[in-house]
């Protein structure tokens, strides 16, 4: 399952982003300045889903950033940034292929 997150007041700006990256659930944040959506997304993620930001300053900072990484690796789900071209499942595969060579 392809499960967005959307920071509070962004609906505007990366809502369709989110709905064009194909997203089968959107989780909008309801307070400014938290994140227990983003945290209750992370909660809920299955083997095989994927968590997709727009961004991952959408995380919080560079540190709660690095903690979503693990977090959603240690529940074998993957993570993309749409803005920064950056996924979990397709850059570690690219890159164990090219190692394995």
Do not use: W
């Not at 959307?6 to 609906?11: F, M, Q, R, T, Y």
């Not at 989110?18 to 089968?24: R, S, T, V, Y």
């Not at 950056?86 to 090219?98: G, V």
Request: proline share 1%; aromatic share 6%; charged share 20%.
């Amino acid at each position: 399952m392809f499960i967005g997150y959307l920071p509070h007041g962004a609906e505007d700006t990366f809502l369709e982003k989110l709905q064009m990256a194909g997203c089968h659930q959107i989780i909008k944040e309801t307070k400014a300045g938290t994140r227990s959506g983003l945290l209750e997304a992370i909660k809920g993620l299955n083997e095989g889903d994927v968590l997709i930001l727009c961004h991952s300053s959408h995380a919080g900072t560079e540190t709660d950033f690095l903690h979503v990484l693990v977090q959603v690796g240690c529940k074998c789900a993957h993570f993309v940034s749409i803005d920064e071209d950056f996924d979990t499942l397709r850059d570690t595969t690219l890159h164990c292929a090219a190692t394995s060579r």
